[in-house]
């Protein structure tokens, strides 16, 4: 019998984490399953004011509706210098994958918010769009989070496994690939993800609000300070940790009381160390201990979190990059893959990675106004 040839799109994914660097974009093209094609990818930096505005919403107070708006138009913004530095038009990307911003995370209680408009992105930039990748998770009992496993188990295929893949966004996460696993399956298997616990949430908050800095630059204020135990310790005994996974969490749900007294740099020097020990405690929930970890998100761009993370851990964190991926692309590459599976109707999300009952889809298409809807056959 004829092998089968699923039909390739060409996507963009655009992704704004919580530790609210920017909007990071990608361009990709993928079947939805073990074929993905890398191309360009960028990062638009918000401007401090933007910055601020979204971190104003945070828990869905405010000028939710205006923020998002603003939120909108700089993603459209991202795309056209995207198609730009790659030469493309509009025409030339069959679909965007829009993740938002997430401004709430309450799965315990059924809720998860990410700001932006599909509509006014599709209409700006030409472009038909997928947002929405959580609700229907959360709906049906999911954590919602995290999302990116298959992206990174259609990655993982070419290495050896086991292999853990940690995400230092504002919230950690990983995700572990079992050699089993076939990223060529529709629903593949041999994957277990949860969010570990703080990325560089905590970290940045902390230094922001006692220097004015955006976050702890090349960790420098980290490597002067000295961990203060006993801090370290009560900030480590949250319930969170003991639960198996799969668990998600918001980015303010670790109460950096504890560190009430302490000096700019110790503080600093206690969240890193926190943020290590926090991924390394989650490695007693993995099926089998990974040959190999990989960090991506901001949090490896950060020595001495990443020196924190190799001595928490008994072996060697490596950057992505060791393996040629791009972390600084990761994420939005993963939402331009996850915008492909959805309109394939594909799960995004499994009871191992999000805890919800069973395979998952996701996702809900903007058609361009006034032009032919996007055609999967």
């Not at 919230?171 to 616990?197: S, Y």
Request: glycine share 12%; aromatic share 6%.
């Amino acid at each position: 019998m004829a092998e089968r040839r699923q039909r390739v799109f060409t996507a963009l994914g655009l992704m704004s984490g919580t530790s609210l660097d920017g909007v990071d974009a990608a361009l990709l093209r993928t079947d939805g399953r073990a074929h993905v094609e890398l191309g360009e990818a960028l990062t638009v930096p918000y401007d401090s004011g933007l910055r601020e505005r979204i971190r104003a919403v945070f828990g869905g107070v405010g000028a939710v509706d205006e923020v998002g708006r603003a939120l909108t138009v700089a993603h459209a913004e991202a795309v056209e210098r995207l198609l730009r530095a790659s030469k493309l038009g509009a025409g030339d990307v069959d679909v965007i994958g829009f993740h938002g911003q997430t401004i709430l995370h309450r799965p315990a209680e059924r809720r998860t918010w990410q700001i932006g408009d599909g509509n006014l992105l599709a209409e700006m930039a030409g472009i038909a769009v997928v947002d929405d990748f959580r609700s229907h998770d959360i709906a049906l009992g999911g954590q919602g989070a995290p999302l990116v496993p298959l992206f990174h188990a259609a990655r993982c295929q070419t290495l050896e496994r086991p292999v853990a893949v940690l995400n230092i966004g504002g919230v950690a996460n990983v995700t572990w690939i079992g050699a089993g696993c076939d990223a060529e399956a529709d629903v593949p298997e041999d994957i277990v993800a949860f969010d570990t616990g703080p990325g560089n949430a905590l970290i940045d908050d902390w230094v922001r609000t006692r220097t004015g800095q955006a976050w702890d630059i090349d960790g420098a204020l980290a490597r002067a300070g000295k961990v203060d135990e006993r801090a370290l310790a009560a900030l480590l005994a949250n319930p969170y940790f003991d639960l198996p996974p799969p668990k998600s969490l918001d980015r303010n749900d670790f109460d950096p009381a504890p560190l009430v007294g302490l000096s700019v740099a110790d503080g600093a020097a206690t969240l890193t160390a926190f943020t290590a020990a926090a991924a390394a405690r989650a490695s007693e929930h993995l099926p089998a201990r990974p040959k190999r970890w990989l960090a991506t998100g901001g949090g490896r761009r950060n020595p001495v979190l990443m020196a924190a993370l190799s001595q928490a851990f008994g072996w060697e964190v490596l950057p992505v990059e060791a393996v040629e991926w791009d972390g600084d692309a990761l994420e939005a590459q993963a939402f331009a893959y996850l915008a492909v599976r959805s309109i394939l109707d594909l799960p995004l999300s499994l009871p191992s990675t999000t805890g919800v009952p069973q395979p998952t889809r996701g996702g809900r298409l903007h058609q361009v106004p006034g032009k032919p809807g996007l055609k999967v056959g």
